[in-house]
């Protein structure tokens, strides 16, 4: 049976296909053009989407038709591209691209591919990764697994070293593709390969270094002729193409002169490598640093490492070796070609992947172990602020989980939870990827601390997270979803956490005049102050109901409150059914129940057992007494804690308190 799955390497600026052929041996499948690597590039023309190196030839041409450097922005929900009113995001363009990959091999094997591995920078997040797959998808494509490139690297380089000793040791993987850089050390004993340790930067590459030598030949432009090329964006493709050319000579030759026109002025200038260099070391420096952080993170010196190996087209700057070699004190690995050696090995490990799929023996004996790239935690909230509790630090093995079983409801009746990720190494998690605020509901009906959950947070064999709630008492896993209010960390570490807020008003007879008409104007501060992102107010009225539903429209509450008015009892139990019918509890959403009264309810049995179905389901409930008819003790013990009861003798005090209460919540 025809093996149909194919290993992709997925790059910046050029892409690789290539599969396991009959001999065992991965080799990299042409294009439709002839090429062992496809440029990264999309052009939209007409009714057509071109990939490859007619789209990249096209750049200067028609420069707002095409596309590069899509990888750089994978995962990203605001980067789009547009062409004749419609988007493209980073997954579908690269979903193009995969395409043209796909169906070139296709016509080279003769037969239909159908599934792939693909491989990502090392340093890729959740978010990334799940792009990837996601353009997989786009291109028809089944995804048997996601590989890091480093890890890809050392696969071939552990098929393909023709020395046997130097299949065994730790080696180094110093990947510096396009967009992109990853250095991992990997270490081989037998048949086991195993990532010891991974960093990089996924906005590190080529196109750093072909940037600055764009800078630095438009400012060299602008000195002499007072034109600035880059303000063109056709004049700025083709100073990219000639400045990209020149680099690639400069790895080959001492200096390059460079020739370049826009608007009938001409420059020529001479660029040596050694000014090259000087312009980019920043760069290597970068890398270096890298470099050295893999090492300590692995507790190695670089003298313990046997081998160095190269991915990734830039390593053949001069520069890069010379860096290499003064940190390592030897010449890299030359055992494979660093343009195509990600390819091979995402080539084997899909041979791998459908042989097992199959029920066949492996084509090669040989099994990969990689580490999580970043840590996985849970944001909490400790010594008043938010915090990232790590769960699966940096460089675990994956796939790698851990569970936490401590976690109880806090009130009767609570069945959901809400769950903040975040991955990253910052203590901050504002300074993290947000992964995600997820919902777990289905929590069966207890009182308070009586429901025990479990929770698994996992990092898959793609490395990709994954997290599971119990509840421990029944063994139930609890469905989730991501939650659907529109909360930032950022708005949480602010102090603008989401949040309801009924307000209760007694509207019983003893309020007639300059009572009411405090009570309103206090209302108004209150919600002028409290409204604002992710906030919203209702107003309720004792007697009378719902005057105004749960919303952020201020005219709305400002009408409501206008229309207060005194017109019988204090039915008080009645006021707070209502609103507690209303505020329904929605996960990450705080529910705030204020009451303003002036004297006694109806029903003070009543009023007292709906303020304890608020307080035990989870909302705060706060109780504003004014005038001398007040009884403390009810409305202490209405509130849900001391300081939520407030006192004002007088009406007039009634302002300065719900300014102080706005304040509180985070209002101002």
């Known amino acids: 049976m025809k093996q149909h799955a194919v290993g992709i390497d997925l790059g910046t600026t050029f892409s690789a296909i290539a599969h396991v052929n009959k001999y065992g041996v991965p080799e990299v499948i042409h294009n439709a053009e002839g090429e062992r690597i496809t440029p990264s590039v999309v052009l939209f023309e007409g009714d057509e989407i071109i990939v490859g190196t007619y789209a990249k030839q096209s750049a200067v041409a028609y420069p707002e038709q095409v596309v590069e450097f899509v990888k750089r922005h994978m995962g990203e929900d605001n980067f789009t591209f547009e062409y004749r009113g419609e988007s493209y ?45 996601r353009a997989g998808k786009h291109a028809g494509l089944t995804v048997l697994k996601l590989v890091n490139e480093p890890t890809a690297a050392a696969f071939a380089y552990g098929i393909a070293a023709t020395d046997n000793k130097a299949k065994q040791g730790k080696v180094l993987v110093f990947d510096l593709g396009g967009g992109t850089f990853d250095v991992s050390i990997i270490e081989f004993k037998g048949k086991d390969l195993s990532v010891i340790a991974t960093t990089g930067d996924h906005h590190l590459g080529g196109k750093d270094w072909d940037d600055a030598l764009i800078n630095y030949t438009a400012a060299q432009f602008r000195a002499r002729h007072d034109i600035d090329p880059l303000d063109d964006l056709a004049a700025y493709h083709d100073l990219r193409q000639k400045c990209t050319n020149a680099k690639l000579s400069l790895s080959k030759r001492p200096k390059v002169s460079l020739f370049y026109d826009y608007k009938g002025k001409i420059l020529r200038l001479e660029v040596t490598r ?5 312009l980019t070391m920043g760069l290597v420096n970068r890398c270096r640093t890298l470099t050295e952080d893999v090492l300590r993170d692995a507790g190695l010196k670089a003298n313990n490492i046997d ?44 041979a791998i992947e459908a042989s097992r799929l199959q029920g066949q023996p492996p084509p090669v004996d040989i099994r990969t172990h990689d580490v999580t790239s970043h840590s996985l935690g849970m ?96 063994g139930q896993t609890l469905a989730h979803r991501m939650a659907t209010s529109n909360v930032t960390l950022d708005d949480l570490a602010k102090g603008r956490p989401p949040m309801n807020i009924v307000l ?13 008409v405090e009570a309103r104007a206090a209302a108004r501060t209150f919600a002028d ?53 209303m505020m329904k509890s929605r996960a990450g959403v705080q529910r705030i129940f204020v009451v303003l009264t002036d004297g006694h309810p109806d029903d003070p049995e009543g009023a007292m057992a709906e303020a304890h179905r608020i307080r035990t389901s989870g909302g705060r409930l706060v109780s504003v007494g004014v005038g001398n008819q007040v009884k403390p003790d009810f409305l202490k013990a209405l509130a849900s804690k001391p300081e939520d009861y407030h006192f004002c003798s007088e009406p007039v005090e009634l302002k300065g308190t719900f300014i102080n209460l706005a304040t509180e919540l985070g209002g101002g």
């Open 274 to 278: 050694d000014k090259f260099e000087d």
């Open 504 to 516: 209760l008003v007694d509207c019983s007879g003893s309020m007639y005049g300059t009572n009411i």
């Open 89 to 133: 995001n980073p997954e579908r363009l690269s979903g193009f691209i995969l395409s043209k990959l796909k169906h070139d091999a296709e016509l080279r094997l003769g037969h239909k591919i159908d599934q792939a591995v693909i491989t990502v920078p090392a340093y890729f997040g959740e978010k990334e990764r799940q792009a990837t797959i």
């Open 307 to 350: 081998t160095v190996v190269l991915a990734g087209g830039s390593t053949r700057m001069p520069m890069v070796r010379d860096m290499i070699r003064k940190v390592f004190d030897k010449d890299p690995a030359t055992d494979i070609n660093p343009d195509e050696c990600v390819a091979y090995g995402a080539a084997l490990t899909a």
């Open 379 to 474: 944001v909490v909230y400790r010594d008043g602020k938010l915090w990232n509790s790590k769960i699966i630090e940096r460089n675990s093995r994956i796939p790698s989980e851990r569970t936490r079983d401590d976690y109880v409801t806090s009130h009767d009746g609570q069945s959901t939870m809400d769950l903040w990720l975040v991955q990253g190494e910052n203590e901050d998690p504002v300074e993290c990827s947000v992964l995600g605020h997820f919902e777990f509901y289905g929590i069966p009906i207890r009182p308070a601390g009586r429901s025990r959950l479990a929770v698994t947070f996992r990092y898959n064999a793609n490395g990709i997270v994954e997290v599971e709630a119990m509840d421990l008492d029944s």
């Open 529 to 581: 102050q409290t409204l604002g992102p992710n906030r919203q107010i209702s107003v309720v009225a004792f007697p009378g109901g719902v005057v105004c539903p749960l919303t952020a429209d201020r005219e709305r509450i400002f009408g409501a409150i206008e229309n207060l008015s005194p017109i019988g009892s204090t039915p008080l139990a009645e006021g707070l059914l209502a609103a507690r019918e």
